[in-house]
């Protein structure tokens, strides 16, 4: 604020006398010219032709002000993102930290304890282990920790007490590049770069062939989409994706993350933001993602984690519950009720569910199976 101030004196001072010393030089010009103009020692000519070369004279003058005050803007602007670049990270690699070359996708979090201001734990010494290719969806209340979990394994923070592993190794031991080289992570809200469909596929293997574009993006059900364009996989991409709809951005996502072929696959409410109708594509592409990984799902929408292989419920930082979605429903503790709540929510929208049944006799009926 002070240097923009400062910048806008500066400019409010110097124009001003520009033009002052220039009208004075033009003044001066003619008076003078104009008595030798009369005294017949100076042609009129000559001085129309002296008071033009004047004005030139200063424009460039004039154009040097205001690019001083164009410079004054951007210095401040380049203090700033200076100032960004030189900040001092809470997370880097340890000294002597190791690659983590390949990856098994096995992933335990033990005794992890961790807040994100300090006197305040999010997480109460949780205690995970997720075999390699388990798909195991987390499952809870707004603020329970959720998406806390993804972001220590991810390694955004560090845990303030306990460990997160990956195959065996603290992920504080290792290079935080090597150790996302090994994960995909898709998000609600995906982030679609400027450019073509082509290129944003293409972010995390910038080296991929054409087929290999083209094959993802029919994995994820996104290919006949992009062909129905003017353009095809050459589309051009405002940005943010603002010429794009939602679920075409998150179909882009899954195939962005499925190009480089991850061990780990993190879905923090992917599908949360999609019509029924995309997401039923979708999960089919989903499925094709999910084979062969290690796969951690996030979701409110209850029916989209029935199938994962375990459901850990997690409320005030503590795994509260955990089995499968037939075992929990048993169970009728704090997962039967999120899963019945959604099916009221669903009932008060007017809508039931197949064979005409109401969406409480589907928890019924599930409950049993």
Same mark, same amino acid.
């Given at each position: 604020?002070?240097?923009?101030?400062? !910048?806008?004196?500066?400019?409010?001072?110097?124009?001003?006398?520009?033009? $002052?010393?220039?009208?004075? !030089?033009?003044?001066?010009?003619?008076?003078?010219?104009?008595?030798?103009?009369?005294?017949?020692?100076?042609?009129?000519?000559?001085?129309?032709?002296?008071?033009?070369?004047?004005?030139?004279?200063?424009?460039?003058?004039?154009?040097?002000?205001?690019?001083?005050?164009?410079?004054?803007? @951007?210095?401040?602007?380049?203090?700033?993102?200076?100032? %960004?670049?030189?900040?001092?990270?809470?997370?880097?690699?340890?000294?002597?930290?190791?690659?983590?070359?390949? =990856?098994?996708?096995?992933?335990?979090?033990?005794?992890?304890?961790?807040?994100?201001?300090?006197?305040?734990?999010?997480?109460?010494?949780?205690?995970?282990?997720?075999?390699?290719?388990?798909?195991?969806?987390?499952?809870?209340?707004?603020?329970?920790?959720?998406?806390?979990?993804?972001?220590?394994?991810?390694?955004?923070?560090?845990?303030?007490?306990?460990?997160?592993?990956?195959?065996?190794?603290?992920?504080?031991? $290792?290079?935080?590049?090597?150790?996302?080289?090994?994960?995909?992570?898709?998000?609600?809200?995906?982030?679609?770069?400027?450019?073509?469909?082509?290129?944003?596929?293409?972010?995390?293997?910038?080296?991929?062939?054409?087929?290999? $574009?083209?094959?993802? @993006?029919?994995?994820?059900?996104?290919?006949?989409?992009?062909?129905?364009?003017?353009?095809?996989?050459?589309?051009? $991409?405002?940005?943010?994706?603002?010429?794009?709809?939602?679920?075409?951005?998150?179909?882009?996502?899954?195939?962005? *993350?499925?190009?480089?072929?991850?061990?780990?696959?993190?879905?923090?409410?992917?599908?949360?933001? %999609?019509?029924?109708?995309?997401?039923?594509?979708?999960?089919?592409?989903?499925?094709? &993602?999910?084979?062969?990984?290690?796969? &951690?799902?996030?979701?409110?929408? &209850?029916?989209? *984690?029935?199938?994962?292989?375990?459901?850990?419920?997690?409320?005030?930082?503590?795994? !509260?519950?955990?089995?499968?979605?037939?075992?929990?429903?048993?169970?009728?503790?704090?997962?039967?009720?999120?899963?019945?709540?959604?099916?009221?929510?669903?009932?008060?929208?007017?809508?039931?569910?197949?064979?005409?049944?109401?969406?409480?006799?589907?928890?019924?009926? =599930?409950? @049993?199976?």
């Amino acid at each position: 604020m002070q240097a923009n101030v400062h !910048a806008g004196k500066v400019t409010a001072f110097i124009q001003p006398l520009v033009a $002052v010393v220039s009208a004075i !030089a033009l003044a001066v010009a003619v008076f003078v010219g104009g008595l030798m103009v009369r005294s017949g020692a100076l042609e009129l000519g000559f001085l129309v032709s002296y008071a033009l070369y004047i004005n030139r004279f200063f424009d460039p003058i004039r154009d040097m002000t205001q690019q001083y005050s164009n410079m004054q803007r @951007a210095t401040v602007a380049a203090e700033r993102i200076f100032e %960004i670049l030189d900040w001092p990270q809470d997370v880097a690699d340890a000294p002597g930290a190791i690659e983590l070359t390949t =990856s098994r996708g096995e992933i335990e979090f033990r005794d992890v304890h961790f807040g994100y201001k300090e006197g305040v734990e999010v997480l109460h010494g949780l205690d995970i282990h997720v075999q390699p290719g388990e798909h195991v969806a987390f499952v809870g209340p707004t603020g329970a920790g959720k998406t806390t979990v993804i972001s220590l394994l991810a390694r955004f923070y560090d845990v303030t007490g306990g460990a997160v592993l990956v195959d065996g190794h603290d992920v504080r031991e $290792v290079t935080m590049r090597s150790l996302r080289s090994q994960m995909g992570i898709v998000l609600q809200d995906p982030f679609i770069f400027s450019g073509t469909i082509r290129g944003n596929i293409a972010f995390g293997k910038p080296d991929a062939t054409d087929a290999e $574009v083209e094959e993802v @993006a029919r994995a994820v059900g996104l290919h006949d989409l992009i062909m129905r364009m003017e353009n095809g996989y050459d589309t051009p $991409v405002l940005p943010n994706g603002a010429n794009l709809s939602l679920g075409q951005r998150q179909l882009i996502s899954f195939a962005r *993350v499925m190009l480089p072929q991850p061990k780990i696959l993190m879905l923090d409410e992917a599908t949360a933001g %999609i019509d029924t109708q995309t997401e039923a594509l979708l999960q089919r592409g989903v499925a094709r &993602l999910m084979e062969g990984r290690t796969t &951690l799902i996030i979701a409110h929408r &209850l029916s989209t *984690v029935r199938d994962a292989d375990r459901i850990i419920v997690i409320d005030h930082g503590r795994v !509260a519950e955990e089995g499968n979605h037939a075992e929990l429903m048993r169970l009728g503790g704090m997962y039967a009720n999120l899963y019945t709540m959604g099916f009221r929510d669903v009932t008060s929208n007017g809508r039931h569910g197949t064979n005409g049944a109401t969406p409480e006799e589907q928890v019924e009926t =599930s409950a @049993a199976q």
